[in-house]
């Protein structure tokens, strides 16, 4: 007798192996029934929210395991997974257009039922925030192990192939950040005004001034070093 495959062969809920695997009952009654809602836009509201804490989790996993290769100096197994960690960040910056699609006027409803909920409560932001630090730790000390400094693992990079690659991820990464957070500063902008205060009390003008924030500065200072350093060999060769 031949397996019948159609046939669910998980424990749990649902009808299907994949509804069960995915606990999609669960994840699908996570949002406002229309009977629920004030506006029919909170399902959009709530699926950008939701769909992008999914995704800084995944994030956050990441980087706080390319963390730990990075202390076993596993630098190629690290560099894989800031890629993944990455391309998070990007995914929820492209989401982030679908609020767009909301008038400005409409919007007002939706936010009416938020209550004090803001965005530096996002348990997936909060954690990127954690995780952030400890990777610039790591890769401090793997450079410190290697002898380089900075400037001159940026001048011979091709002698420390892996390790330069790493560099340039944790600034992707960093890059990646501030990005999301323009990209957001622009729709709250766009969506309820950049001259407001949001539903926690701050200021939207105190967001677009944490865009210059940054979790590994000396990553960006070094590009300083090395325009000028690059100027001063130039002269020195006149
Ligand atoms: C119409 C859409 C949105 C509006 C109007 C909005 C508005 C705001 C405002 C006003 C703040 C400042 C804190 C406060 O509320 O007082 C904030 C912070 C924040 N929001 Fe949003 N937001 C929107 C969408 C999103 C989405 C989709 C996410 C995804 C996770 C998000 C995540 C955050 C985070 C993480 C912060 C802290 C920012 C930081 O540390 O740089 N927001 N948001």
Redesign the pocket.
């Known amino acids: 007798m031949s397996e019948d495959l159609s046939r669910p062969v998980l424990s749990g809920s649902g009808a299907s192996d994949y509804e069960r695997y995915l606990r999609t009952d669960e994840l699908l009654a996570l949002q406002k029934t229309p009977a629920e809602q004030v506006h029919r836009d909170e399902l959009l ?1 709530q699926t ?2 939701q769909s ?2 999914l995704w ?1 989790k995944l994030a956050a996993a990441e980087v706080e395991e390319a963390t730990r290769l990075v202390d076993g100096d596993d630098l190629g197994g690290a560099i894989r997974l800031l890629r993944r960690a990455s391309l998070c960040l990007r995914l ?1 910056t492209d989401q ?1 257009e679908m ?1 767009e699609h ?1 008038s400005p006027w409409e ?1 007002q409803e939706v936010r009416k039922v938020l209550g004090h909920g ?3 409560d ?1 348990p ?2 909060v954690g990127l925030r954690e995780v952030a630090p400890g990777l610039g730790r790591a890769f401090r000390a793997a450079l410190g192990r290697s002898g380089l400094e900075l400037t001159e693992l940026y001048v011979r990079a091709r002698e420390h192939e892996d390790l330069y690659q790493l560099a340039e991820m944790l600034i992707e990464w960093d890059e990646r950040v501030s990005v999301w ?1 323009y990209r ?1 500063y622009k ?2 902008s766009r ?2 005004g950049a001259h407001v ?6 200021p ?1 003008e ?2 677009g001034k ?1 865009i210059q924030q940054s979790f590994y500065p000396e990553l960006w200072e070094v590009r300083d070093r090395l325009t000028q350093r690059s100027i001063e060999e130039a002269e020195a060769r006149l």
Do not use: A, D, N
């Open positions: 509201f950008v929210h992008s804490e800084l929820i982030l609020l909301m919007y803001s965005g530096f996002s997936g932001f957070r957001h729709v709250i969506v309820i205060v949001g539903t926690q009390g701050t939207v105190v967001l944490l």
